[in-house]
Structure formats: C-alpha cells, structure tokens
C-alpha cells in the first residue's frame, strides 16, 4: 500500500523529521535511563532515526516508493520507544476542545446574548436557554450551544485563513485539512473529530502568524516557526487518521498509544 495521497506523504516526511528531533533532545542516554524501555528498542530507535533521516526526501514525488513502508516502520519504532518518555496522547486535544463547565458556557452565552440585545436584536432561543436551569446530573444546554458558537468561530477563522506564511507541504496538509472540515460541517456535526481539527487549525494560525513579523527576535520566531510545523503535523495526524491506521495494518504493526 504505497498509493498514498500527497498530503500524507508531506506529513509522513514532516512527522518523522520531528520524531527525529525529539528523540536527539532527548539523547540516548536519558532515554536509556528512562524506566520502562528496554535497551535493544533505544538502539533501534537511534538507529532508524540515523538510517532514515539521510533518505528523507525534499520532494516526495522524487522518492523510491518503496521508502515509504520503510519510513513507517522507522517512525513506528521511534513512536514506540517515546511514548514511554512523553506519556501523552492526541486525546488530550480533543479533550481540550470540549473541555468547559456550565457556568463558564454561560458567562460566555449571557455575552452573546447582550451584544446581540445592543445590536437590537433578540435571541428569545437563547434568552429561554439561558434561564431554563437543567436538573441535577442532567447536562446543561447551554454547555452545548456555547461549544456550537466556538466551534462555528473557529471554522471560519479556518476557512478563511490563506496559508500565506505556510511552507509547500504545509499547504497540501492544510488543503486536505479545509476539505475534510467542509465535510464534516456539511455532513456530520456530531463528529467530535471536527474539534480537534478546528482546535489544531486555530494553533497553527496563531503559530504560523509570527513568520511574518520581522519585528520579532530571531529565537522566538524560530520557536514559533517549529511550534507551526508541528501544528500542521498534528492536523495532518487528524485528517490522515484513517489512510495512516491502514498503512500501518498493512505493514503488520501494532497500534501505539500516540496513534490517532
């Protein structure tokens, strides 16, 4: 299975460019010390990431296509042995786009409502929300409409943000990411997928925003440049979940607890 679209296959490049790095921060010997890994998976760690990083090309149109299950199992075997070391998931950002409690939603909606009033008009919708308390252990409403806002907010901050400062590959995987986000909110809006998406799309939007600003330290745009690369590797790990699960079935590897 090496058809693969051209927007995984810049993440794939992407991703294991920032494996590798990782796993150089870290050094060999602290990842050695750390409990958990055995010796023998460290070694092929360093060794994969060193065997792979001189085959990585600019172009992937350029490659062998029999690199890319090499690639896979490369990234694989680095993943396995920094899952021990970093212990997160992609859950967390998910989590972290449904992450609010009730009174926050509504502080947040009781906003909405007042500035909709001083524009004249009137949310009765929202005004009957707003004062219809939910029973005890019964969610509350307005939790949901206030993530529908966000959700509606980020999605045309998304759609309408051109990529203008993003390099090549990053604009396949933000292509790919806009077409899938239309999908979903055409389709299926209870696909929580959407939220990771739109929320990873806001941080690369943020991040990728300081490439242009000249005005800004050589350090910090650098550091802002990395962080909006790997937000455009975490939406391609959202939009190519499914083709990235197959290949890695494909080729006989087991799930790793940082797989989408």
């Known amino acids: 299975m090496t058809d693969l679209p051209l927007g995984m296959k ?4 992407i991703l294991t460019s920032s494996l590798i790095e990782d796993l150089n921060d870290y050094g060999v010997k602290w990842v050695a010390s750390e409990p958990g890994i055995a010796a023998c998976d460290v070694e092929n760690a360093f060794f994969s990431a060193r065997a792979i990083q001189t085959r990585l090309p600019n172009d992937p149109g350029e490659a062998d296509p029999r690199l890319w299950p090499e690639l896979m199992k490369a990234i694989h075997t680095i993943r396995r042995v920094l899952d021990v070391v970093e212990k997160t ?5 998910t989590a972290e786009a449904m992450e609010t409690t009730s009174s926050i939603a509504r ?3 009781e906003k909405v409502f007042e500035q909709k009033r001083a524009s004249g008009e009137v949310d009765f919708r929202l005004h009957g929300l707003l004062n219809t308390r939910p029973e005890q252990d019964e969610p509350d409403p307005v939790v949901k409409e206030s993530l529908m806002l966000k959700r509606a907010q980020r999605y045309q901050a998304f759609m309408e943000f051109d990529g203008a400062s993003l390099s090549g590959e990053e604009t396949v995987i933000l292509g790919d990411a806009k077409a899938l986000a239309r999908r979903i909110m ?3 809006r209870e696909n929580r997928r959407i939220d990771a998406l739109l929320v990873m ?8 925003s300081v490439r242009l600003k000249t005005n800004i330290p050589c350090l910090i745009r650098d550091s802002f440049d990395r962080m ?4 455009a590797m975490a ?11 197959d290949f890695k079935e494909s080729l006989g590897l087991e799930p790793l607890a940082s797989d989408l």
């Open 228 to 231: 909006a690369t790997k937000a």
């Open 89 to 93: 998931t992609f859950d967390a950002v």
């Open 107 to 109: 502080a947040d909606m």
């Open 10 to 13: 810049y993440y794939l490049l």
């Open 201 to 208: 799309g806001a941080v690369l939007i943020e991040t990728a």
């Open 186 to 188: 055409d389709g299926d």
């Open 235 to 245: 939406l391609g790990a959202i939009v190519y979940r499914d083709k990235y699960r």
